[in-house]
């Protein structure tokens, strides 16, 4: 009777095992490194204990601040563009008209593909010379844009290519979401004389408040933390125009060596997304209740 009692906890502990190196564990050490001088020059060495001086450091790195100014903008370009037209998309494609087999597969397909392939193939379309959007205004006799190398648009340009690539998830989640809506609510309200938008705020929005709250979770984790896209489109630059805060420790604690910084910067990001997510959460919770 003892064995079976303690029975599910020994079959939980190599998960438990494997959540704690891989996710546990790094929080730790980073925290750990981030309250010492570590740098590359010296890592084989005793690291000095600085305790919350990188801390202060990086608060008063005007190119830290810059970075969390340009993640702001870029996480929330990213989430309310995704999950807005995910939520279009969505909408049309449980319909079942014809070709929607066709566009869902056409509309998942960018979401299959890696950050640095898309970072790469948006390299070539924003081209000030031979790239693909360039060459389509031209032909209808428009002046080209420098979308990467101008830095008042190479940030609108890095969203655009971040709302291309994260949007199908939003699509597939709110679809399923969608289908979970019993459609007779629908056929009931539209007896009682209620219109599309009045359908819309009583029955869809509040049926789908759940799901949204973990879209909207999951795309700001990914957008706070994307770093390869930028790091392959534009470098970070021109100008650090597109150097988010997960790019700007990237670089701090790969290219300068500065691994200290680089991991003070990454608890800084991971208190941003447990921040980010409890307000979701809570939220979420108020509407509920």
């Known amino acids: 009777m003892q064995k079976k009692k303690w029975m599910p906890f020994l079959l939980l502990l190599p998960a438990l095992a494997i959540m704690f190196f891989l996710m546990i564990f790094p929080v730790f050490w980073n925290l750990t490194i981030s309250m010492h001088d570590v740098k590359t020059t010296n890592i084989n060495d005793v690291w000095p204990f600085v305790g919350f001086q990188n801390w202060v450091k990086i608060f008063q790195d ?33 319909e079942r008209v014809w070709g929607t087999k066709f566009f869902r597969v056409l509309f998942i397909l960018p979401w299959l593909l890696s950050a640095t392939i898309v970072g790469f193939s948006w390299q070539w379309m924003y081209n000030d010379y031979f790239g693909l959007i360039n060459g389509m205004l031209m032909r209808l006799g428009m002046q080209p844009v420098n979308w990467i190398s101008d830095p008042n648009m190479a940030l609108i340009s890095l969203l655009i290519a971040n709302i291309w690539f994260g949007t199908p998830f939003s699509i597939l989640f709110q679809e399923s979401s969608l289908l979970t809506i019993d459609r007779s609510l629908y056929e009931a309200a539209k007896i009682d004389g209620a219109n599309p938008l009045q359908s819309f705020f009583n029955i869809t929005l509040p049926l ?12 700001s984790m990914w ?6 896209l930028q790091l392959v489109l534009t470098g970070g ?6 150097t988010t805060a997960s790019l700007y420790m990237y670089k701090q604690g790969f290219e300068q060596g500065n691994l200290s910084i680089g991991a ?12 980010v997510s409890f307000l979701y959460l809570r939220a979420l919770r108020g509407e509920e209740a």
């Open 237 to 242: 630059g021109p100008l650090m125009s597109t």
């Open 223 to 228: 957008s706070v933390n994307l770093f390869d």
């Open 264 to 275: 003070a910067i990454g608890i800084v990001l991971l208190i941003i997304n447990l921040t």
């Open 62 to 94: 005007e190119y830290f601040l810059q970075s969390l100014k340009v993640t702001l903008f870029f996480v929330l370009g990213s989430v309310f563009f995704q999950i807005f037209i995910g939520f279009l998309i969505a909408r049309i494609l449980i």
């Open 208 to 219: 789908l408040a759940p799901f949204l709250g973990i879209n909207l979770i999951l795309t």
